[in-house]
């Protein structure tokens, strides 16, 4: 078993510009994985299995939807403080991290934003302590980039509604207890529905054969005439608009994610080229190794400032759609190069599971596509700059 000897890069002092409570959480997540998840993680990857036995252990760092109020079982924490959660938990494996956003920010945010009082209380507190565990279906079979093309729907039939149609691709899905789905209704207007398993005509089959993510469970959600009863529509908003909302909520979360992805890697690659010697000296002494470690941390500093100022106007209510997506796009890639770098400073040690660089080099190729593939995201910074949509 490996000792998880992380250290995290903090080159411009980031830690001053964080409250006492920000350290805290950020730290007591820092501890929880080095104890109960990175001792475990290399072997439920290889085993293509999500651990469940760290599900109480995700509630109490508050993993499950940070920022949901007190009131409905959430801890009530700040964006900032929801970043760190996430950085942390992607710090040890993008699946664990792609759990937690699902729950907090696909499941529990839009119970908490789009349900009504009766869906929150229902919902929220179990879904805060990790006793139900959410699944988000937006994606179908062949509608990924363009879920506005969904062809998964729902009729009324007076006293219910009757829900047809699949879903691809979906974390958690395998095990989960409840799913928020989007589907049409008869007008063609997109609606948000809870549907609960053992809803008869509701199967979840998994996906098998990921060569990423493989710590998380992904499948499908198939309805075959589901009847869904009227109370689990989600009445406060609806539109396309509903979903996406939930996305800026999750990629900003997967924006500090993939920063902890990345001072993995960094972290391991300084320490492994002080220790490994070639040619009689450390490597870390030839200037092609200072080269790629000192872009690393130059890369990963960037990705901290520009994410740091994304939280703040997260707290304000003022980032935007836009504002996110070039936090997600840029610190993905940046997180990708980063890994690449790591491998190679390990040089064929970096290919073993003795290090979590090829396992964060392979869930991040997911992360890359998921939550708005990387030329999505490029798409709405350039729509967002000149006003013109270029996706169709
Ligand atoms: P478009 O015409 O631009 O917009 C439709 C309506 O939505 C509004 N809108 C938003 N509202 C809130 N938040 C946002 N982020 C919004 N973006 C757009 C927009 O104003 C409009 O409203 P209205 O009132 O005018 O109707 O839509 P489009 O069909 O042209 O598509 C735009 C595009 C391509 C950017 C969008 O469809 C998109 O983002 N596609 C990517 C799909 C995606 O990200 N899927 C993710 C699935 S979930 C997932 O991957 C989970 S992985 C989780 C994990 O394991 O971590
Ligand atoms: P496509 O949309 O078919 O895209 C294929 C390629 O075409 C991409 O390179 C894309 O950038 C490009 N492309 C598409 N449209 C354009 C355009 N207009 N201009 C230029 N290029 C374009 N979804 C959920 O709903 N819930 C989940 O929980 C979830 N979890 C996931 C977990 C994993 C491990 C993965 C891999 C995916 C998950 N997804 C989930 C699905 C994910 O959101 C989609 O894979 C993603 O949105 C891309 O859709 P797609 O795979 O169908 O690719």
Redo the contacts with the bound molecule.
């Keep these: 078993m490996r000792t998880d000897q992380f250290q995290a890069p903090d080159y411009y002092n980031l830690d001053d510009l964080l409250t006492d409570e920000h350290k805290l959480i950020r730290d007591s997540a820092r501890e929880w994985i080095k104890k109960e998840v990175s001792p475990i993680i290399e072997d439920y990857y290889e085993r293509a299995e999500f651990p469940k036995q760290v599900i109480p252990g995700l509630a109490a760092i508050g993993g499950f939807g940070p920022y949901i109020p007190e009131e409905y079982g959430g801890p009530g924490l700040d964006q900032i403080s929801y970043g760190l959660i996430m950085q942390e938990l992607e710090r040890c494996d993008s699946g664990l991290r792609?759990t937690s956003s699902?729950q907090s920010s696909?499941v529990m945010y839009p119970i908490y934003a789009y349900g009504n009082e009766e869906q929150r209380k229902k919902y929220l507190p179990k879904l805060a302590t990790g006793e139900f565990i959410g699944?988000?279906?937006?994606?179908e079979p062949d509608h990924?980039?363009?879920p506005g093309g969904m062809l998964t729907n729902f009729k009324d039939m007076g006293d219910h509604y009757l829900l047809n149609g699949a879903?691809m691709?979906?974390?958690?899905s395998p095990f989960c207890d409840i799913a928020v789905v989007w589907a049409k209704n008869e007008e063609g207007r997109i609606h948000g529905l809870i549907v609960e398993r053992g809803m008869e005509g509701f199967s979840t089959p998994e996906t098998h054969g990921?060569l990423?993510?493989r710590a998380?469970a992904?499948g499908e959600l198939i309805f075959d005439n589901v009847k869904v009863p009227k109370e689990n529509l989600l009445p406060n908003k609806s539109g396309l608009g509903a979903p996406l909302g939930c996305l800026d909520s999750a990629r900003y979360g997967i924006a500090w994610g993939a920063i902890g992805a990345a001072m993995d890697c960094y972290d391991s690659a300084l320490r492994y080229s002080k220790e490994r010697i070639q040619f009689g000296k450390p490597i870390a002494s030839f200037q092609l190794m200072q080269k790629k470690l000192a872009e690393m941390i130059t890369e990963i500093t960037k990705a901290q400032l520009l994410t740091f100022r994304l939280g703040q106007l997260k707290n304000a209510g003022t980032a935007t759609t836009a504002q996110i997506s070039m936090a997600k796009r840029n610190n993905v890639e940046m997180a990708l190069n980063v890994a690449r770098e790591a491998r190679q400073i390990h040089g064929a040690m970096g290919i073993t599971n003795e290090y979590s660089i090829m396992r964060h080099m392979a869930n991040l190729e997911?992360v890359v596509?998921?939550?708005?593939?990387?030329?999505?995201h490029l798409?709405i910074t350039g729509m967002d700059i000149t006003g013109i949509p270029a996706?169709?």
């Design positions: 792609s699902v696909l699944s988000f279906g937006l994606t990924g980039s363009n879903k691709w979906i974390s958690n990921k990423s993510l998380s992904t997911s596509t998921y939550e708005g593939t990387h030329d999505i798409l996706f169709k």
